[in-house]
C-alpha cells in the first residue's frame, strides 16, 4: 500500500518568514494529494491539493509543488502569520479511495 | 447544511466495556470513513465504507466493527474496549470522485480506563 512521510515534524519560523513541509510517498500509481490544516481541539480542514497532471499550484499565501519522478510534494507558506500557526497534514491517493496521510507537522509561528 | 456529525464529543470508558460513536452526514457522499489520530502517528484509517452496505478495513481496523445500513449513517463500534483504543476519533465522508475534499466531523476524544 502507499507510504506517505513527511518532514519536519515540528517547524518554528518567524512571522513574516517562509515555512516549507516536505512529502515523499510510495506508490506510483498516486494522483491526487491534498493539504489538511489542523488547528488546535479542531477537525482538520483542506486548505490546498494538486493532481498529479500540474507541477505547481498557488493560492494566495500557500503553494504545493509536486515531483513526480521523485515522488515528493511540498507545501510553502510565504510571509507567515500567527494565525498559520497549526498542525498540517500531507496526503496521498491512489485509485483505491484510500486516502494515506502524512504524520503532521507541527507549524508554531513566533511573533 | 450539517455536514458531518459525531457524537458523542467524549467518552470515557473501562477496559471491556462497549460503544457506538455515531457519525452522520447529510452531504449525500457515498464515501464514509474512520480515522484515529495518535500523537505523532497522523491520520490511520480504520475502516471506510464506499456506499451503503458495503464496507471494507483500512490500516488499523483491529478492535471495531462498521455498518453501513444508509447513505447518511456510518457508526463505529468498540465490541471490548482496550486502554490502546484511547484516541481522538474523526468521521469523514467525500464525494469519492477520484479525488476530492474529505469533510471531517468534530471528532470524538475516547478514553479507555
Known amino acids: 500500500g502507499e507510504n506517505v512521510e513527511q518532514h519536519p515534524s515540528t517547524l518554528s519560523v518567524q512571522e513574516g518568514d517562509s515555512a516549507v513541509i516536505k512529502c515523499t510517498y510510495s506508490d506510483s500509481a498516486s494522483n491526487y494529494f491534498p493539504w489538511y490544516k489542523q488547528e488546535l481541539g479542531k477537525r482538520p480542514q483542506l486548505i490546498i491539493d494538486?493532481?498529479?497532471?500540474?507541477g505547481e499550484k498557488k493560492d494566495q499565501r500557500i503553494a504545493v509543488t509536486l515531483n513526480k519522478t521523485a515522488k515528493h510534494f511540498s507545501l510553502h507558506i510565504t510571509e507567515t502569520q500567527p494565525e498559520d500557526s497549526a498542525v498540517y497534514f500531507c496526503?496521498?491517493?491512489?485509485?483505491?479511495?484510500?486516502?494515506?496521510f502524512g504524520t503532521g507537522t507541527r507549524l508554531t509561528i513566533i511573533p | 447544511n450539517a455536514g458531518v456529525t459525531q457524537t458523542p464529543k467524549f467518552q470515557v470508558l473501562k477496559t471491556g466495556q462497549s460503544m457506538t460513536l455515531q457519525c452522520a452526514q447529510d452531504?449525500?457522499?457515498?464515501?464514509m470513513s474512520w480515522y484515529r489520530q495518535d500523537p505523532g502517528m497522523g491520520l490511520r484509517l480504520i475502516h471506510y465504507s464506499v456506499g451503503a452496505g458495503i464496507t471494507d478495513q483500512g490500516e488499523v481496523p483491529n478492535g471495531y466493527n462498521v455498518s453501513r445500513s444508509t447513505t447518511e449513517d456510518f457508526p463505529l463500534r468498540l465490541l471490548s474496549a482496550a486502554p490502546s483504543q484511547t484516541s481522538v476519533y474523526f468521521c469523514?465522508?467525500?464525494?469519492?470522485?477520484?479525488?476530492?475534499?474529505?469533510?471531517f466531523g468534530e471528532g470524538s476524544r475516547l478514553t479507555v480506563l
Open positions: 469523514a465522508s467525500h464525494t469519492g470522485s477520484g479525488a476530492g475534499e474529505l469533510f
Open positions: 452531504m449525500n457522499h457515498e464515501y
Open positions: 496526503a496521498a491517493i491512489a485509485g483505491n479511495e484510500k486516502l494515506t
Open positions: 494538486i493532481r498529479s497532471n500540474v
